[in-house]
Nanobody, 121 residues
């Protein structure tokens, strides 16, 4: 069993940066691929990025590739999402997810409660 808690969200101006953190509990964390998803009001939850269990493989949605970076520290049971050059359309609740590297939300077994990211003009 893995429990996930996100932090680091907030209000930022367009062009700015934020780093989201996801703290995981459970001894099996390092066995799992991890991902970040986001959901804007009235929209479906969408894939943002994912990372393999050992951090060697990363995957990104086209909309964030080159601006966002996902990385993990298995020694600390942490996953991060570094978000640079933020745009208004990045505004959403961001969720940490565990159990896969797929771009489909249904492939993940574990979810955090979400953290709000708001990008202002």
């Amino acid at each position: 069993q893995v429990q996930l808690v996100e932090s680091g969200g907030g209000l930022v101006q367009a062009g700015g940066s934020l780093r989201l953190s996801c703290a995981a509990s459970g001894r099996m964390f390092s066995n799992y691929g991890m991902g970040w998803f986001r959901q804007a009001p009235g929209a479906e939850r969408e894939f943002v990025a994912s990372i393999s269990w050992n951090g060697r493989s990363t995957y990104y949605a086209d909309s964030v590739r080159g601006r966002f970076a996902i990385f993990r520290d298995n020694a600390k049971n942490m996953v991060y999402l570094q978000m640079n050059s933020l745009k208004l359309e990045d505004t959403a609740v961001y969720y940490c997810a565990g159990g896969s590297v797929a771009s489909v939300a249904g492939r993940y077994n574990y979810w955090g409660q979400g953290t709000q990211v708001t990008v202002s003009s």
